[in-house]
């Protein structure tokens, strides 16, 4: 569905955040993109959704391609439309919105006729949200912020749906209901998702396959089981030991 091909990725012509990295992503199921701090996970993302210009950040070479369509030329909204949708690191939220706003702005791209239905698929998703349809976003806990950013990417309709670190900050309970839907829509839902975390062994249970970063480098891949059962990789890799 998703491949990405010896892409380099630079900041300010200098920091090379991403180099010569492949990797592919196949329908159905939860990839996992895991790595150190720094080690180009969200850089990779950013390449992919196509948002990296306003932080001088640049492909430098490489191929990103989305069932056939090359994405290294596109505006970001035209590849929301292509069906990728990237729920960011930190969340990025409007917090002097509402719920329901901020869920409505990520429909942007979507048939207005639609939007209805599909709000009322991410309350039946998330239904502690629906009670609070009406709250600003910015009072919201931590987890109730993050099931906003994920529905308000999913409003687009997407196919591949794309998560920077969903459990970053999150108490324990909430992070465990939100992976129980991102398991959801995988599951009974058919989308596609390529899951950045740096909580490597809730994102290795959670998947089918992954793949390790390391200083911008692809260094490992394999099924999730493998990686799991593998001891060096669980210690130098992903902090497991
Ligand atoms: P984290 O989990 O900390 O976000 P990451 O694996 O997602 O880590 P990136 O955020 O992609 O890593 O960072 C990769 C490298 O690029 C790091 O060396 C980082 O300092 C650098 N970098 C990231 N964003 C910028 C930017 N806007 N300008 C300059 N350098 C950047």
Redesign the pocket.
Known sequence: MLEVENLQVV??NA?E??RNASLNVTAGGITALL??????????LKAISGVLYP???KIRDGVIRFEGCDLTKLAPDDIVRLGIAHVP?GRKLFIELTVEENLVVGGHTTNRADIARRLEEIYQLFPQLKNRRTVLSGYLSGGEQQMVAIGRALMANPRLLML??PSLGIAPLMAEAIYAAVRRLSGEGGLTVLL?E?NASLALDASRNAFV?EN?RVVLDGTSEELKRNEDVCEFYLGLG
């Open positions: 900041y300010n920091i955040a991403v790595g150190a701090n720094g080690a180009g996970k969200t850089t990779l932080e001088d950040g690191e920077d670190e950045v740096q970063l911008g």
